[in-house]
């Protein structure tokens, strides 16, 4: 009787399903987060930076991916509701709204503008007005001192 009732419970036993669907909206509510703040569990040392870095780099493509398949799903949706350009025009709004902010530089980093640069540094290769002038005045390159 007790193997009866072993057997029966092996196979009546709740069973792993095939799709784990709390872990897959987890990750697309993870994905699809308006929110540009770092938490402070992204602050962490280098070194688990360094560790990290491949498998963010994969998963920073699959993310990618994800979101130019939903992207064009709902660009084909729109084009059968006749709102095709006023989505793209929307879609482009929004790509140039949230680069403005996406990423900061880092303190060693020079900014592109010289005013914001500790004494006015300018970057290597940038063309100034003291170079134009200098080339109408003098004449060759501005990379020869006179």
Do not use: C
Not at 42 to 63: F, V
Not at 101 to 117: C, E, I, W
């Amino acid at each position: 009787m007790e193997a009866k009732l072993a057997e029966f419970r092996k196979s009546h036993a709740p069973k792993k399903p095939l799709i784990n669907w709390h872990d897959i909206i987890t990750r697309l509510t993870s994905i699809f987060s308006f929110s540009s703040k770092k938490s402070s569990e992204t602050k962490q040392k280098n070194e688990d930076q360094e560790e990290q870095e491949g498998e963010e780099s994969e998963t920073n493509w699959q993310i990618i991916v994800i979101k130019f398949l939903v992207w064009l799903t709902l660009f084909v949706i729109f084009i059968r509701l006749e709102f095709g350009a006023v989505y793209f025009i929307i879609s482009l709004l929004y790509i140039i709204w949230s680069s403005l902010s996406s990423h900061r530089r880092r303190r060693d980093q020079l900014s592109a503008y010289s005013v914001f640069n500790p004494n006015f540094e300018k970057l290597q290769g940038t063309f100034s007005a003291e170079d134009y002038d200098r080339q109408l005045r003098h004449g060759g390159s501005p990379f020869l001192s006179s």
